[in-house]
């Protein structure tokens, strides 16, 4: 197991129950938390774009996409099923890539395969599945169809992320996480999920 592998697993372990001590800790808890987030990923935003012309830009779609997180956080199985999808696809792709290597996605970000791409659709499946069995739910095309989406938006999200660290000639958006490196290089992909999966509750394309 590789030093980069060891520091991921580790740092997940210590983010997801950090998030879900803060959703149990009550609204203010979660807001605090959430403010938190949304203030060191503008920062990083900032820092990563300072001589770019994405700053309002990027600051509106955070700004956005963190509202989508505390709203879909506020029902708890929501919130959940978006977490578990895109952590699976972050691992799948992560492990796969590692593993299986491959011919190359894109040039925007040299590390990322089609066999990661595959992995992360496989373990987002596998999420859907166990988060069904959890809720004593069925699986309906409509989530079959949701998972896939939130799974693709993750990666073009990590994509996006990588583009712009590409123009900003940086490896990684921070230093405060270890074997990530930024808040935003954790939750590049839930950035976009998070909104993505707000605006298909809104449509009412899900039934819980």
């Known amino acids: 197991m590789s030093k980069e592998l060891i520091k991921r697993i580790l740092s997940s372990i210590i983010l997801i129950p950090l998030t879900l001590y803060f959703i149990f800790a009550g609204s203010f808890y979660f807001i605090f938390f959430t403010t938190i987030c949304f203030l060191v990923a503008s920062y990083e935003w900032h820092k990563m774009t300072k001589k770019l012309n994405y700053k309002l830009l990027g600051f509106t779609f955070l700004l956005f996409s963190f509202f989508t997180f505390y709203e879909s956080l506020t029902n708890f199985y929501v919130g ?65 169809i949701a998972t896939i989406l939130l799974s693709t938006i993750s990666q ?19 230093k405060i996480i270890p074997g990530h490196g930024g808040l935003l290089d954790r939750i590049d992909g839930m950035i976009f999920a998070f909104p993505t999966f707000y605006i298909i509750e809104l449509m009412g394309v899900l039934s819980r």
């Open 80 to 144: 959940i099923f978006v977490l578990l999808v895109c952590v699976a696809t972050d691992i799948g792709g992560y492990l796969f890539g590692k593993i299986f290597k491959g011919p190359k996605l894109t040039k925007i970000s040299p590390n990322k395969t089609y066999s990661g791409m595959v992995g992360g659709y496989f373990l987002s499946l596998i999420s859907l599945s166990y988060f069904m069995s959890w809720i004593n739910h069925e699986i309906s095309i409509n989530w079959f």
């Open 156 to 174: 073009i999200g990590d994509i996006i992320i990588s583009y712009f660290k590409r123009l900003s000639k940086i490896k990684n958006t921070g």
